[in-house]
């Protein structure tokens, strides 16, 4: 919940933010 729901290359997309 930084900024907005911004998928980062992870495994999922909700976690992809606290990466």
């Known amino acids: 919940m ?3 729901h ?3 290359h992870t ?3 909700h ?3 606290e990466v």
Do not use: S, V, Y
């Open 6 to 8: 911004i998928p980062i």
């Open 15 to 17: 976690l992809g933010e």
């Open 2 to 4: 930084q900024t907005a």
């Open 11 to 13: 495994q999922d997309t």
